[in-house]
């Protein structure tokens, strides 16, 4: 994912770094979208969006960190970067235990600040290419029964025909008769192809 397809969200509150951050991504080639306040970006916020968030500290009302976890309940999914003028041992240890993945001083060192960027913007990329590649996975394993999934899962466990017919009380010639269809509604030609796909499955789970 490059990054015009990802968008650099600002949310800090004083206008002049808001607007100077902004110059500097968007001269850089970054879309950019800027807040004033933590509550106006929880309040149009889509989990959807990619790319990643510039997150000031210490902001009136919500700061950044209360915005931080009330986005974590929204399985919120963008990379965050910490940026504070008063850092903290406390907040930055906070901050990087509660997901951010960079935190920045202010003033903050230009050369820095892009480089924190790349590296977020490239790690909401990876996440988004597993999602979307668990996703596809998910999709393909709906079109089993319920008991050709339970097949699969313990065929990807590496457990034998007899071991599973003993676990689900079935014959070892209906594990097989459940196997072919499985290969058949999946189109995968092997063991190894379909546990990479439950593995695929799985990979976001919990």
Same mark, same amino acid.
Request: net charge negative.
């Given at each position: 994912?490059?990054p015009i397809e990802?968008t650099v969200f600002?949310?800090?509150?004083?206008?002049?770094v808001?607007?100077?951050?902004? *110059?500097?991504l968007?001269?850089?080639?970054?879309r950019t979208?800027?807040?004033?306040?933590a509550?106006?970006?929880?309040?149009?916020?889509?989990?959807?969006w990619?790319?990643?968030? *510039?997150?000031?500290?210490r902001?009136?009302?919500m700061?950044?960190?209360?915005l931080?976890?009330a986005?974590?309940?929204k399985? &919120?999914?963008?990379?965050?970067?910490?940026?504070?003028a008063?850092g903290?041992?406390?907040t930055?240890?906070?901050a990087?235990k509660a997901?951010?993945v960079? &935190?920045?001083?202010?003033?903050?060192?230009p050369d820095?600040l892009?480089?924190?960027?790349r590296?977020?913007?490239?790690a909401?990329a990876?996440?988004r290419?597993?999602a979307?590649?668990?996703?596809?996975?998910?999709v393909?394993l709906?079109? *089993?029964?319920a008991r050709e999934?339970?097949?699969?899962?313990?065929?990807?466990?590496?457990?034998?025909?007899?071991?599973?017919?003993?676990?689900?009380?079935?014959?070892p010639r209906?594990v097989e008769?459940?196997k072919?269809?499985?290969?058949?509604?999946?189109?995968?030609?092997?063991?190894?192809?379909?546990?990479?796909?439950?593995?695929s499955?799985?990979?976001?789970?919990?």
């Open positions: 994912m490059t990802q600002i949310v800090e509150d004083d206008a002049a808001r607007d100077s951050l902004g *110059l500097l968007g001269l850089k080639g970054y979208q800027s807040f004033v306040c509550e106006d970006f929880l309040r149009v916020y889509q989990p959807s990619a790319g990643c968030l *510039l997150l000031d500290i902001m009136p009302g700061d950044g960190l209360a931080q976890d986005l974590q309940q399985k &919120f999914s963008l990379s965050i970067i910490m940026m504070t008063h903290d041992v406390p930055v240890r906070t990087l997901g951010a960079d &935190f920045l001083e202010k003033p903050v060192d820095m892009l480089n924190a960027i590296s977020a913007l490239d909401d990876a996440l290419t597993i979307d590649t668990t996703e596809a996975a998910k393909r709906s079109a *089993l029964t999934l339970q097949v699969a899962e313990l065929v990807a466990q590496g457990r034998p025909n007899r071991e599973i017919a003993t676990m689900l009380g079935i014959s209906t008769v459940h072919a269809s499985i290969r058949e509604k999946l189109h995968v030609e092997s063991v190894p192809e379909l546990v990479r796909l439950v593995m499955a799985s990979t976001m789970a919990g």
